[in-house]
């Protein structure tokens, strides 16, 4: 029987880390990316994943975590977030850009790299 693998980018304790549980139970091998990977240490020995350091909005960043795992991935989920609340004339619009390179560029150059 072949393992299937699973690719979590914007590992956090939320949605995601539900996921990865389930993956898991369900016989997944899992790797789990994140800007921050250090915080991914405990659900990583839950689940006994590999943890990567990616800042998903970095194209070089997000090559190396798609050349550290090769042709073995099944399922990609992209689920980074980067939030920027309060009236519109209030925000700094560098904060507003960040927002949109994590969610939106971020999703693109996954998408790009896993298809």
């Known amino acids: ?15 995601s880390a539900s996921l990865a549980r389930l993956l898991h139970a369900n ?3 899992l790797a789990l990316a994140a800007r921050n ?3 991914l240490a405990p659900l990583a020995a839950e689940t006994e994943a590999e943890t990567i ?3 998903a909005a970095d194209a070089d960043d ?3 975590l798609f050349a550290s795992i090769g042709d073995r991935l099944d399922v990609v ?3 980074p977030s980067a939030r920027v609340r309060g009236p519109i004339a209030d925000l700094d619009p560098e904060a507003v850009r960040n ?10 150059l996954v ?5």
Not at 111 to 115: L, T
Request: a negative charge; hydrophobic letters at 40%; aromatic letters at 8%.
């Open 99 to 108: 927002a949109i390179e994590v969610t939106a560029f971020g999703a693109f």
């Open 1 to 15: 029987m072949t393992e299937n693998t699973a690719l979590i980018v914007g590992v956090g304790d939320g949605l």
């Open 37 to 39: 990977s250090d915080k």
């Open 27 to 29: 016989g997944y091998r």
């Open 77 to 79: 989920v992209y689920n």
């Open 111 to 115: 998408g790009q790299a896993a298809a």
């Open 62 to 64: 997000v090559e190396r």
């Open 53 to 55: 350091s990616c800042n």
